[in-house]
């Protein structure tokens, strides 16, 4: 017997609730690693500022996976914040949690690099950097299948709200 599309989606949107929150727990783990072996390391030197992107993230995966109110715009959220990494001489962002397929583009060469991480680089510096700009292609391509979910959602919705005026008329 085959599974129904929106059975499907609902699998998705439940593995994707347990990526987000395996990376989100991750992330708060390896803050706190980082807070009792290098302080320093953390962004102004503060656990929370540090833990509340992957909190965040952790928050959205539980909801998600739990189909609770707010699980979607947390998620999107969550990824939406994953999708643009940038290293100036002044600023630097970067956060992931979880898989990346990053395009980086320098004033040297763009490059492509994958892989999974847990990282945090937030905060202003002044250096001979050279400035480098990346996007991450997999909280891309989480965004869309979220978008994809949610309008399938809201036709299934129409559909089954047709049906039964069918039916009681």
Not at 114 to 126: E, N
């Amino acid at each position: 017997m085959r599974s129904q599309p929106s059975d499907r989606r609902s699998r998705a949107l439940s593995l994707l609730g347990i990526y987000e929150t395996v990376g989100g727990l991750v992330g708060i783990g390896l803050m706190g690693w980082l807070s009792v072996r290098h302080p320093e390391a953390l962004p102004w030197g503060n656990l929370l500022i540090a833990a509340s992107p992957f909190g965040l993230v952790l928050t959205a995966g539980l909801r998600l996976r739990q189909r609770y109110a707010g699980g979607w715009p947390l998620s999107l959220l969550a990824q939406l914040i994953q999708v643009c990494s940038w290293s100036g001489r002044r600023i630097v962002w970067k956060f992931c949690a979880g898989g990346y397929l990053y395009a980086v583009l320098t004033s040297k060469r763009p490059t492509l690099s994958a892989g999974v991480d847990a990282t945090l680089l937030v905060g202003t510096r002044i250096t001979d950097h050279v400035p480098t700009v990346g996007l991450n292609l997999v909280p891309v391509a989480v965004i869309l299948f979220l978008f994809s979910c949610r309008r399938s959602a809201r036709v299934s919705k129409l559909l089954d709200h047709s049906i039964s005026t069918d039916r009681a008329q």
